[in-house]
């Protein structure tokens, strides 16, 4: 099956730097890949996703980046704030099976 | 739009007993998903619905675990007899089951169970 995994563990920026999270699949047949932010004691939370058809995706100060030949993609977010500190999991899926494999998360830690 | 309601948020039990977790999703998503969460590691699927009928059991340790949807909506994972290594969060999600939304999960809060 798929194996998704993430890198760093941990981050910490300082508020207004850039923190980018990268994230590696090993199923060539995968085709959607999202992010989820967790926060304390809530559910995971879609914040971004991209389909295989597309390098890159904004949306204000996230953007998400595939590369389909190194099987990897990557969370990028700009102009940090101490709200975004969360767990963020990636995770992928094959078409037509909304089965998500996903990471092991990644702690980012905003600080003000 | 109401979110997905999850059932009880806590649950401290021995271990050899049983304990059940409700969850009821977005109103009119056909597909609920069951994943299992612990600590410091990413949620997995355990079991995925489409309407009442199961699409994806194979990560369910069915010795122990089972779930249903008897009527399309609501949902009931259980875990009989719970072991120590249960102890995790226990996260519903829905999503359409059609449409661009269709890959998109709607979580719960999840239910988080201690095993004793």
């Known amino acids: 099956g798929e194996n998704v995994e993430q890198h760093p563990s941990t981050l910490s920026v300082q508020e207004g730097d850039s923190a980018v999270i990268k994230c590696t699949y090993s199923?060539?047949?995968?085709?959607?890949f999202p992010w989820y932010k967790q926060e304390l004691g809530k559910g995971p939370q879609l914040i971004i996703d991209?389909?295989?058809?597309?390098g890159e995706k904004k949306d204000q100060r996230i953007a998400v980046t595939l590369n389909k030949t190194a099987k990897h993609f990557s969370l990028h977010i700009t102009e940090t704030q101490p709200e975004d500190s969360a767990v963020y999991f990636c995770?992928?899926?094959?078409?037509?099976?909304?089965?998500?494999?996903f990471g092991k998360g990644n702690q980012v830690v905003v600080i003000p | 739009e109401a979110g997905v309601a999850q059932s009880p948020r806590y649950k401290i039990i021995e271990k050899r007993q049983s304990v059940a977790f409700w969850c009821n999703p977005i109103?009119?998503?056909?597909?609920l998903y069951w994943y299992q969460q612990i600590l410091g590691q990413g949620p997995k699927l355990l079991i995925q619905?489409?309407?009442?009928?199961?699409?994806?059991d194979s990560q369910l340790p069915k010795d122990r675990f089972s779930a249903e949807r008897l009527k399309g909506v609501d949902s009931t994972l259980k875990i009989q007899p719970a072991k120590l290594e249960d102890s995790a969060v226990y996260l519903c999600?829905?999503?359409?089951?059609?449409?661009?939304?269709?890959?998109?999960?709607?979580f719960g809060a999840g239910s988080r169970l201690t095993v004793l």
């Open positions: 999600a829905s999503s359409p089951l059609r449409g661009a939304g269709a890959n998109v999960l709607t």
């Open positions: 199923d060539s047949a995968s085709n959607y």
């Open positions: 991209i389909r295989s058809n597309v």
């Open positions: 995770a992928a899926s094959r078409k037509g099976n909304n089965r998500l494999a």
């Open positions: 109103s009119g998503h056909a597909t």
């Open positions: 619905f489409q309407n009442n009928g199961v699409v994806d």
